[in-house]
């Protein structure tokens, strides 16, 4: 009955386009016109703090919940569960039966996803084994940790080679050795051709991994494109420590900088870092240290979402 | 179409998998034997002090002076033979019309009456549901040899004869209440099962997963078709059991049991045919409403006065036991949810095949009117994203001005 998942030609389109996407529960909006383009083969980051309506953005694009407005094409697919088999999805709430063997909850997701059950299986063990928890392919859901469990419903997710990726909210839960070891997953499978979107409420992730971001705010895109564009919307930052408190140099800091740690932090001036140089010599500064950084995510998400946004996107990550 | 069958083939694997080899099956097979078993203590107990008098008896239409004749060479039986295992007769006085009289003897229940024994005197003659060479007529002839003192005993003529019409009508309107209890029973036993595996699903959290890889009415026709197939595999263990403990307890076994007017094989088809349709519809009502719930508590809420509604419903049904044509039966096979059970009395009373095949259809095209709107409702009501806190009270926890300010001179390269 089950047909082994063929690979299919590769769309030379975006894996995933939106168009404004709306979405209306009762009345609140979710989701609010929201636009943007995937192409495929990126690692694609969508940033936005808990109840920005990037976990039912992601549901709309995966078909799982019909948009109120708006429309969406996924590998090609006007309807996107006719591209189910091409799809890997590991939702925010992460679920497996607890009294299901690790392998065979592995091969569930892939029987869903259309691979015969015996195939399915063969690939669970040799995920498993990849992954050192071949001694756990025979144990209930149950008696696995958190981090493991985890683990296995990303195999799951992957195990039938997705074309494209959709993890909402991976990172959560996980401690830091098993976060990296996902962010090598995710390395990984972009580097077998895979199409990656992930949400989090963690830029640094995002920094990390991605080469395109859309920031969500409030239903809305605030950006959408790369991560280094979103980077050159800010000036790059300056931060100078002097001997001197003050003298004639003064004059070349711009008003609104501010102290951190007994250092002057500024944006670069338009002019370049030639004549701010000169002009701290000349004017006598005595410099100390002295540092052109270039922004981060995290400062252009500032930026772009507000920093209303990003103070709930700070707090959320403490909790 | 086939991406539905398939997503619901692969459900229902699962399903049927992790319900049939879990421990707690073995529990839901034996969940019957324990009323059965009750039932066989109390019965016994009830069975031996009724015995006496509920065990058929040869009615004997004779003269006082024939009949004591008679008595006193079965007593002389029961000397050599356990009396229990001896013949009862009864005596009741000749009326003009014999034929008619020996209708009426066989259609007597209390005492219940095998078979009518006359012209004792003369040519004896036997009429009942006995067979010639049977013990009942065998004892008849030792006991009629012994009155006969010294003559020669005439022969017993026999004449085999089924129920009569009265009491046919009768066990065929039991049969039909007997099926519609058990369907009934069953149903409510089985979709309060599939509601509470619902919810447990959706504690799981593995509906979003399932709701991303196939059409979610996948899910609701892979679940309603596992506990189809677990209970069917009850269903058989059950009736092999039942029919264990008949023939066990019975001679003849399932062959003594008063026959339907559709004949043991089509009855217990239609009857299994029945079971199915009516678990289905009950099943994805409940499931419609588990998918609704999101705690246990609420179904528990929600499902008490779906539960009274079944019984409701039961009780309407039961309308078309002993007059499967009047209009409340007619109306209880044609409402959906009764229809089922209405027609199981049917099948028991009725001959005709065609109703049968109509409702069947009509029960299907319900099942998957059902499982469409529950299918929706469900991927209305449920799949529904959103802050997991409502927005006044997270509008509420946002901190102004907290930013942790996150630099970095070289950061790494996409994909690197």
Redesign the interface.
């Known amino acids: 009955?089950?047909q082994q998942v063929q690979p299919k030609p590769v769309t030379t389109g975006p894996a995933v386009e939106a168009a404004k996407l709306v979405k209306d529960?009762g009345a609140?909006r979710?989701v609010d016109g929201v636009s943007l383009t995937v192409p495929t083969g990126t690692?694609y980051g969508v940033l936005g703090p808990?109840?920005a309506?990037k976990?039912?953005l992601l549901?709309m694009l995966?078909?799982?919940?019909?948009p109120s407005l708006g429309s969406r094409r996924v590998l090609g697919h006007e309807r996107p569960?006719d591209a189910?088999q091409e799809?890997g999805?590991l939702?925010e709430?992460?679920?497996?039966?607890?009294?299901?063997h690790a392998r065979e909850a592995i091969a569930?997701?892939g029987?869903?996803?259309?691979l015969p059950?015996r195939e399915a299986r063969r690939r669970a063990d040799a995920l498993l084994a990849d992954h050192g928890l071949a001694d756990w392919a025979k144990k209930p859901i149950r008696n696995l940790s958190k981090g493991m469990a985890q683990t296995v419903?990303l195999l799951?997710t992957i195990i039938h080679k997705p074309r494209l990726i959709v993890l909402d909210e991976p990172f959560s839960g996980l401690d830091a050795i098993n976060q990296a070891r996902l962010e090598e997953l995710i390395?990984g499978e972009?580097?077998n051709g895979a199409t990656i979107i992930f949400s989090t409420h963690v830029?640094?992730h995002a920094?990390?991994?991605?080469?395109r971001v859309a920031i969500i705010a409030k239903g809305k895109v605030a950006f959408d494109g790369r991560?280094d564009d979103a980077?050159a919307r800010l000036r790059p930052?300056v931060r100078l420590r002097t001997r001197e408190a003050d003298g004639p140099w003064r004059s070349v800091i711009p008003a609104d900088a501010r102290t951190e740690d007994d250092h002057l932090v500024f944006e670069l001036p338009t002019s370049g870092p030639e004549p701010l140089l000169k002009a701290l010599i000349d004017g006598g500064a005595g410099i100390e240290a002295l540092?052109i950084?270039?922004?981060?995510?995290?400062?252009a998400f500032?930026a772009i979402a507000g920093?209303?946004a990003?103070?709930?996107m700070?707090?959320e990550?403490l909790q | 179409m086939t991406k539905l069958l398939r997503g619901a083939f692969v459900i229902g694997r699962r399903d049927f998998s992790a319900t049939v080899l879990s421990k707690t099956f073995l529990f839901f097979l034996l969940g019957p034997l324990f009323p059965l078993l009750f039932g066989a203590i109390f019965g016994g107990i009830g069975a031996s002090v009724a015995n006496s008098r509920e065990r058929p008896v040869v009615a004997v239409v004779a003269s006082p002076a024939d009949f004591a004749r008679l008595a006193a060479a079965r007593e002389r039986l029961t000397a050599a033979v356990d009396p229990d295992r001896v013949v009862r007769l009864a005596r009741f006085d000749a009326e003009p019309d014999l034929a008619a009289q020996q209708k009426r003897l066989l259609a007597t229940r209390d005492p219940p009456v095998q078979a009518v024994l006359s012209n004792v005197a003369g040519q004896p003659q036997l009429v009942g549901s006995v067979r010639p060479e049977g013990t009942t007529a065998g004892q008849l002839r030792l006991i009629l040899a012994d009155s006969a003192a010294g003559r020669e005993p005439l022969p017993l003529g026999v004449t085999r004869t089924q129920s009569s019409s009265g009491s046919l009508t009768r066990d065929r309107a039991a049969t039909g209440q007997i099926g519609q209890m058990i369907l009934f029973f069953l149903t409510l036993l089985l979709s309060t099962m599939l509601l509470s595996q619902m919810v447990e699903e959706k504690s799981n959290k593995i509906i979003e997963v399932v709701a991303a890889a196939v059409p979610i009415e996948s899910l609701f026709v892979g679940k309603l078709f596992a506990m189809a197939a677990a209970s069917l595999l009850g269903l058989i263990v059950w009736s092999a059991a039942g029919a264990g403990v008949i023939a066990s307890l019975k001679a003849g076994g399932l062959a003594t049991l008063p026959q339907p007017a559709t004949g043991w094989p089509t009855f217990l088809a239609l009857t299994a045919t029945y079971f199915a349709m009516n678990y289905l519809l009950f099943g994805a009502v409940f499931l419609t409403i588990g998918a609704q719930a999101s705690t246990v508590r609420e179904v528990q809420t929600l499902s008490m006065p779906v539960t009274f509604g079944q019984i409701l419903i039961f009780a309407f049904a039961a309308t078309a036991v002993g007059s499967p044509n009047s209009g409340t039966a007619l109306a209880a096979e044609a409402f959906p949810l009764s229809s089922p059970l209405a027609m199981v009395a049917r099948a028991a009373q009725q001959p005709e095949i065609l109703p049968h095949l109509a409702a069947i259809a009509w029960q299907i095209l319900w099942i998957a009117v059902i499982l469409r709107l529950g299918a929706a409702l469900f991927r209305k009501t449920v799949l529904k994203s959103g802050p997991r806190l409502k927005w006044w009270r997270r509008a509420a926890k946002v901190v102004p001005m907290r930013i942790e300010t996150r630099t970095t001179t070289e950061p790494l390269a996409p994909g690197s």
């Open positions: 009955m089950l529960f609140t979710a690692i808990n109840g309506g976990t039912t549901r995966l078909g799982i919940i019909e569960l189910a799809i999805y939702p709430e992460r679920g497996l039966y607890p009294a299901m569930f997701m029987a869903l996803r259309g059950l419903q799951g390395r972009a580097r830029i640094a920094e990390r991994l991605c080469e991560v980077r930052i540092a950084e270039r922004p981060g995510l995290h400062d500032v920093e209303a990003a103070a709930a700070a707090e990550k």
